[in-house]
């Protein structure tokens, strides 16, 4: 059974740094750091940031309904101006 442990956020900043600026393998800084590959392309491929939280979905939903809304209006309107012409 592998053993799960969190890495520090400097510590997987600093391994993101190198591989993306300073051009060093994943392969090779993940041996260095005792971190996988698997681990390292995950990080790259969620980006530094990583996945949203619920707040941020949340967010994200909530000016989605209002732009749908924003959009539906505006489309009301256009079609009516066009009616009237």
């Known amino acids: 059974m592998t053993k799960k442990y969190r890495i520090a ?8 740094h190198r591989v993306k600026d300073e051009g060093v393998p ?6 260095e750091h ?4 698997k681990v390292i392309y995950n ?3 969620k980006g530094v940031e990583g996945a949203p939280t619920l ?7 909530r000016e989605n309904r209002e ?8 489309t009301l ?5 066009q009616k009237k012409n």
């Open 43 to 45: 990080w790259l491929a």
């Open 26 to 31: 994943v392969a090779k800084a993940a041996e």
């Open 67 to 74: 732009l749908l809304a924003l959009v539906g209006e505006l």
């Open 77 to 81: 309107r256009l079609s009516a101006t």
């Open 55 to 61: 707040g941020e979905l949340a967010r994200v939903k």
């Open 34 to 37: 005792g971190v996988s590959v």
């Open 9 to 16: 956020e400097e510590v997987k900043q600093q391994i993101l």
